[in-house]
């Protein structure tokens, strides 16, 4: 069946490092959704990226969707506390109507 | 508040107890959705509503656990029999109908069951 993945499953980082998270879908993507969950919270909505190549920014968050539409990255840059948590993304699954989540990257970061 | 509202948060049963938690989506969105999550996990899609009609149901998903949202607002989730396998957070999530937007999920806070 359609699996989205993530690498690496852990990172730790000091703070002020920079962050990167992939993604990797086994089908092709309509749109690729990023979503951060803080500790003992729940899933917020980040960003949407539905054209192939887009790149977004956020702030220090940069979002990019591959030119095949089956892989994404999640980069931050010079990281700080506040950016701790796991960090999912996810994308159409079949028949459209759920959406996918890969399991995530827990991010760490030391003061 | 105008999110997503799941009640209860916390609930403690007993091995083959029934437990049945609720969802208020927001107010203007046609689809709702209940995933489970787990420790290290992303969340993994149990059923979808579109409005009152269940038009998807994970076959993961037992017979056990059963789904209604009866007027296309609140939704309940029910557990029959509870195992301990069952213990996660289930987080109930609602977006809104058409358009690129329509693909972006609202979750709720949660409710975590621990199966004793």
């Known amino acids: 069946g359609q699996q989205v993945m993530q690498i690496p499953q852990y990172q730790h980082v000091q703070e002020g490092e920079d962050f990167t998270t992939y993604c990797n879908s086994s089908?092709?993507?309509?749109?690729i959704q990023w979503y951060k969950q803080r500790p003992g919270g729940h899933p917020v909505f980040l960003i949407q990226?539905?054209?192939?190549?887009e790149v977004k920014k956020q702030k220090r968050l940069t979002f990019q969707f591959g030119e095949a539409k089956k892989n994404s990255s999640l980069h931050i840059t010079a990281t700080q506390t506040t950016d701790v948590g796991t960090y999912f993304c996810?994308?159409?699954?079949?028949?459209?109507?759920?959406?996918?989540f890969g399991a995530g990257t827990r991010l760490f970061v030391k003061a | 508040d105008t999110g997503v509202s799941q009640d209860p948060r916390h609930k403690i049963t007993k091995r083959g107890q029934n437990v049945t938690f609720r969802c208020d989506p927001i107010?203007?969105?046609?689809?709702l959705y209940w995933y489970r999550q787990t420790l290290g996990q992303g969340p993994e899609f149990l059923t979808y509503?579109?409005?009152?009609?269940?038009?998807?149901k994970s076959r993961l998903l037992s017979d056990r656990f059963s789904a209604e949202r009866p007027k296309g607002s609140f939704s309940t989730l029910e557990i029959q029999r509870t195992e301990q396998g069952d213990s996660a957070m289930y987080l109930c999530?609602?977006?809104?109908?058409?358009?690129?937007?329509?693909?972006?999920?609202?979750f709720g806070e949660g409710s975590w069951l621990t199966v004793v």
């Open positions: 999530a609602s977006s809104p109908m058409g358009g690129t937007s329509g693909n972006t999920i609202y």
């Open positions: 089908t092709t993507l309509s749109n």
């Open positions: 990226l539905v054209k192939s190549g």
């Open positions: 996810a994308g159409p699954g079949d028949g459209g109507f759920k959406t996918i």
């Open positions: 107010s203007e969105h046609n689809r």
């Open positions: 509503f579109q409005n009152e009609a269940q038009l998807e």
